[in-house]
């Protein structure tokens, strides 16, 4: 797992007339799905810009990175949502595990706002790009922020996250490849393994197993 995504919604009060339905709500607007089919979140991965990813999750190997996001998100390989109404107890502590994990993203973006009024309130710029340099600004000043104070952080005890011996655990080795898709065909290709949905519940499934047996026992001794 790399990170969690999600969508803010920033409203855009002097969004040009002719914008309006993509960048104001309502119907036919630029929800979390709209956002993410005009992201370039994949193009470093459909273009073989991005770095190679290997690693085994419960004995199987897998070369595509994922994210943790809510359930809006389609059933992408590269993709891992929480399961709504978990029926077992390895589904609900998989459930507990990943909507823990997800809080990162959402404590970021009320942290933005309640640090930041410019982008708590309606943006009243014009040009696209300077809201874009707003929003960078105000992520960069909050992470400077966070450096100056992480000497007063509390520090957890990590040793339940690191890697093991065993078979089950999850071992990931990072190489960096700038070889590009030789066509568009390949591209293509990379386009659909993203996209795709038996990928995405092996890969949930194996994760439902390795966090179970990474952390059940702790369970049931609660």
């Known amino acids: 797992m790399i990170r969690s995504i999600d969508c803010m919604h920033w409203e855009w009060k002097n969004c040009p007339t002719a914008w309006k339905r993509q960048y104001s709500r309502g119907s036919g607007t630029l929800n979390d799905i709209n956002v993410l089919d005009?992201?370039?979140?994949?193009?470093?991965?459909?273009?073989?810009?991005?770095?190679?990813?290997t690693y085994s999750v419960n004995g199987r190997e897998y070369q595509l990175a994922y994210y943790l996001t809510d359930g809006i998100y389609p059933k992408w390989a590269t993709f891992i949502q929480s399961i709504q109404i978990p029926q077992d107890p390895k589904a609900v502590l998989f459930a507990q595990r990943q909507e823990a994990a997800r809080k990162d993203v959402e404590?970021?973006?009320?942290?933005?706002?309640?640090?930041?009024?410019?982008?708590?309130?309606?943006?009243l710029f014009w040009d696209k790009v300077k809201i874009g340099n707003i929003m960078r600004t105000c992520i960069i000043l909050h992470n400077m922020i966070v450096e100056d104070e992480r000497d007063g952080y509390t520090h957890f005890n990590v040793s339940e996250f690191q890697q093991g011996d065993?078979?089950?655990?999850?071992?990931?080795?990072?190489?960096?490849?700038?070889?590009m898709p030789s066509n568009i065909a390949n591209m293509m290709g990379v386009r659909t393994?993203?996209?795709?949905?038996?990928?995405?519940?092996?890969?949930?499934?194996?994760?439902?197993?390795?966090?179970?047996?990474?952390?059940?026992?702790d369970e049931d001794n609660n």
């Open 38 to 53: 005009r992201s370039p979140l994949f193009d470093d991965i459909i273009n073989g810009q991005a770095p190679q990813v």
């Open 107 to 123: 404590r970021a973006f009320g942290v933005l706002q309640a640090r930041f009024a410019i982008v708590k309130n309606p943006t």
């Open 166 to 179: 065993d078979a089950r655990s999850l071992h990931v080795d990072l190489t960096y490849s700038t070889d």
């Open 193 to 217: 393994r993203i996209r795709d949905k038996q990928m995405h519940q092996r890969l949930k499934a194996d994760l439902v197993e390795h966090i179970w047996c990474k952390f059940g026992r």
